[in-house]
């Protein structure tokens, strides 16, 4: 069974910074674009940086800046390094990765189960 696993987030103070972590498991053929979202309480799901297999990386406004987005495509691994850390950057961050896998060969959409950022003094 493919999925996708975040780890990282926690409390931490305005100015700190954290570590987000999001490895694919399973029986993968490829694995496309990997990208991050977050949600705030009451808010709409947003786009907060992407990754393409080739290492092309795409940021909201609202993180460029302070958050850079990396890979190890040989973990199946996706970073989100976040300094600076603002209040208003509290939400529940999720992964959303496009894969294949050997028995289904087109590329469908994946999402983790999201995990929560707090910062808050």
């Known amino acids: 069974q493919v999925q996708l696993v975040e780890s990282g987030g926690g409390l931490v103070q305005p100015g700190e910074s954290l570590r987000l972590s999001c490895a694919a498991s399973?029986?993968?053929?490829?694995?496309?674009?990997m990208t991050w979202y977050r949600q705030a309480p009451g808010k709409q799901r947003d786009f907060v940086a992407s990754i393409t297999s080739d290492g092309v990386t795409s940021y909201a406004g609202s993180v460029k800046g302070r958050f850079t987005i990396s890979r190890d495509n040989a973990k199946n691994t996706v970073y989100l390094q976040m300094n600076s850390l603002k209040p208003e950057d509290t939400a529940v961050y999720y992964c959303?990765?496009?894969?294949?896998?050997?028995?289904?060969?087109?590329?469908?959409?994946?999402w983790g189960q999201g995990t929560q950022v707090t910062v808050s003094s």
């Open positions: 959303y990765a496009i894969m294949s896998t050997p028995d289904r060969p087109t590329p469908r959409n994946y």
């Open positions: 399973g029986s993968i053929s490829n694995i496309y674009a």
